[in-house]
């Protein structure tokens, strides 16, 4: 069941396809296979119908993706459409949205393995509302220039021939969060991730997208990092599939 935000917005999603299609999963056709290096950034581009896989293979680590519209740099992952229309969470049937004025699902979940641990606050592991950590945050809080997420995706977008003015709020994977609702801080927790759990996007558009493997590891809430100790990283393997099914025209 998809998620509906806290707006309430009634747009149904298209149970039949989505239950078909991953009902297909085991006949798709694997087109690229690699490992995404520890604590690097990647950039990639997913033809429209086909899926990206992204699949821990040691331990849990967190992954900011960003998503745009391969042929439109200015169509891309909105945040505030997603919330409003799925909510915070990101799982199986969950779609991530695109900005005005096309307000379209740019990509649909179509797998999910994670099982998540019950937590405080209900954290969830994949969300929508966040962004990552850049060299301006660092430099409020330690007067430093570490490696960040920030550079990570400056990084893959490089890759793709785009600069970093296009980086935007990103979905943030594997980092287990939540806002605390009396504070409004922000908690988090190491994730439930287990090597070979995975989260599989269907292009309902050509994308082309950039990630970021966190150079903090699983994403828990860890002073250490924050005082620069070295901190275990983990690769994530990425597949890309073509499944033979055209995604429906959007109206």
């Known amino acids: 069941m998809n998620r ?8 149904p999603i298209d149970l039949d396809f989505y239950n078909t299609l991953t009902g297909k999963r085991s006949s ?4 690229s296979d690699l490992r995404i290096s520890s604590g690097e950034g990647y950039g990639f581009k997913v033809a429209a119908g086909n899926t990206f896989r992204l699949t821990t293979t040691e331990r849990v680590q967190l992954a900011d993706l960003c998503v745009y519209n391969a042929d439109d740099i200015t169509e891309r992952f909105d945040t505030g459409t997603q919330i409003a229309i799925e909510g915070n969470a990101v799982g199986r049937l969950t779609r991530i949205w695109g900005n005005p004025p ?12 994670l099982r998540e641990r019950s937590s405080e606050h209900h954290m969830h592991e994949h969300h929508a509302h966040g962004a990552h950590c850049n060299p301006h945050h660092w430099e409020l809080f330690d007067h430093a220039h570490p490696h960040t997420c920030y550079d990570n995706l400056r990084k893959g977008l ?4 785009l600069g970093q003015t296009e980086i935007h709020d990103n979905v943030n994977l594997w980092s287990k969060k939540a806002w605390n609702p009396a504070t409004g801080h922000a908690v988090g927790a190491m994730g439930d991730a287990e090597p070979g759990d995975c ?22 809430v860890n002073p250490d990092a924050w005082a620069g100790a070295k ?15 055209t995604p429906r025209e959007w109206t």
């Open 4 to 11: 509906r935000g806290a707006l309430n917005i009634d747009c």
């Open 28 to 31: 798709f056709t694997r087109i």
């Open 102 to 113: 096309r307000s379209r699902p740019l990509c649909t979940v179509i797998a999910d393995t």
């Open 158 to 161: 490089s890759m793709l021939g």
């Open 199 to 220: 989260i599989e996007f269907y292009a309902e558009i050509d994308l082309q997208l950039s990630i970021s493997l966190c150079p903090y590891g699983d994403g828990a």
């Open 231 to 245: 901190i275990p990283l983990y690769p994530i393997r990425l597949e890309i599939f073509s499944t033979g099914v």
